[in-house]
């Protein structure tokens, strides 16, 4: 029953060539949702480096300014939160 998987045999004059479409090894849902988690857990670790770094790097120019500190440190919190 694998309605959204396509498969095409194409006859040329040596043999015959079968193609086979993306969704060839994806039988249930739970198959969709497994291929999309290894493209997005790592691009959200990327982005939650790279929100630490820039809130580190807010707490390092803030200079002593409370406001500039603050907004670090919430950013921080917010990347670590999330």
Do not use: R
Not at 11 to 33: C, E, F, H, R, Y
Request: contains cysteine; proline residues 4%.
């Amino acid at each position: 029953m694998k309605y959204i998987a396509q498969n095409l045999n194409i006859n040329t004059q040596n043999a015959v060539v079968p193609i086979q479409g993306p969704m060839k090894n994806i039988n249930n849902l739970s198959d969709v949702i497994n291929i999309l988690l290894t493209f997005i857990v790592p691009f959200a670790g990327v982005a939650l480096l790279l929100v630490i770094i820039y809130g580190g790097y807010e707490i390092l120019m803030s200079q002593g300014v409370s406001e500039k500190l603050d907004a670090g440190k919430h950013q921080e919190l917010w990347a670590l939160y999330c």
